[in-house]
């Protein structure tokens, strides 16, 4: 499993200044932006979906109606529509629609987290690689090399073997594999960027290197980070879930979405709502960020004005 191409962020490898080079919006024009959001049907569900999501995750303390760890031997495998019991119960006769709102807390927190830090560490690195130039860039470029050499999942779970399972042994474990991928693509995205004609008349008004970087360089390199990240959270969900999965994150008797469709497999013939359910989460959660990717891109296209 790999991340979208950069090319899907508005970014390709191409030389400084391509055809692949992003475009950098005006600082004026958050309307249309926001216009041309809204006018992607998709990407607003997906926003309103994911709002949903966050907030019941976020309120699992208020809208859970059972201990997300109460077992019930006379409930088990009851299926959705039981009464008192929405969504049934899994093997242990643990309410599901409870797990399912207290597994999101983790199962969010495995997928934005690590995409946030790698992002800020990958941020760093390519405006370094790309400005600095000379020995800085190929030492930079050349160790991140050495992770990206590696297959994604293969890393993460060499990672998150040598620690203690649990949450946020999957953070960091998530965090190092998408380094490489964030830091490649902030590299091409600065070196595109400075080899435009307005860093060029900045530079000849005097800017400096510093005020070059943070009001020029930066700004036109975090839209297409920006929409590169937010469809690696949906991705990075499932590989969280494929760790819980493997029993290297999250350890009973706490749930995420992974680790209750690991629970459930067990049980898959005789209660197959208990692994069911938390993959249709999953699923309709990583769907979401892509669509949401998807709309930022469109919406931080300065040429979407034109269609």
Do not use: C, K
């Not at 779970?157 to 965090?175: D, H, K, N």
């Amino acid at each position: 499993m790999v991340p979208p191409d950069t090319a899907q962020a508005g970014v390709s490898e191409e030389a400084p200044g391509g055809v692949g080079a992003p475009a950098v919006p005006p600082v004026s024009g958050r309307g249309w932006r926001v216009a041309a959001f809204a006018r992607d049907r998709a990407a607003f569900i997906a926003a309103v979906v994911l709002l949903l999501v966050a907030g019941a995750a976020l309120l699992a303390p208020l809208l859970s109606p059972y201990d997300p760890a109460a077992a019930d031997n006379l409930l088990r495998y009851a299926p959705p529509g039981t009464a008192g019991h929405l969504l049934g119960t899994d093997a242990q006769g643990r309410d599901m629609l409870s797990r399912l709102l207290w597994g999101g807390r983790v199962s969010l927190v495995v997928g934005v987290v690590p995409v946030a830090l790698a992002s800020a560490a990958g941020l760093a690195l390519g405006l370094l690689a790309g400005t600095a130039g000379g020995w800085a860039d190929q030492v930079t470029m050349r160790l991140l090399d050495v992770l990206f050499a590696f297959p994604m999942v293969l890393l993460a779970i060499a990672i998150a073997g040598v620690l203690r399972p649990g949450v946020w042994t999957e953070v960091v474990s998530i965090t190092v594999v998408l380094i490489p991928y964030v830091g490649r693509l902030a590299r091409t995205a600065t070196l595109s960027v400075a080899s435009m004609p307005f860093i060029e008349a900045a530079r000849a008004a005097g800017a400096t290197r510093t005020a070059l970087l943070l009001r020029y360089v930066t700004p036109g390199v975090l839209p297409p980070l920006l929409v590169y990240a937010t469809t690696l959270v949906g991705l990075m969900i499932v590989v969280g879930s494929g760790l819980s999965f493997l029993g290297l994150g999250v350890q009973p008797p706490a749930s995420d979405w992974g680790a209750m469709v690991s629970e459930g497999r067990v049980v898959l013939r005789r209660a197959p709502h208990a692994t069911v359910l938390p993959g249709l989460v999953i699923v309709a959660v990583s769907l979401a960020f892509s669509f949401l990717g998807d709309g930022l891109r469109d919406a931080l296209d300065p040429r979407s004005r034109r269609r």
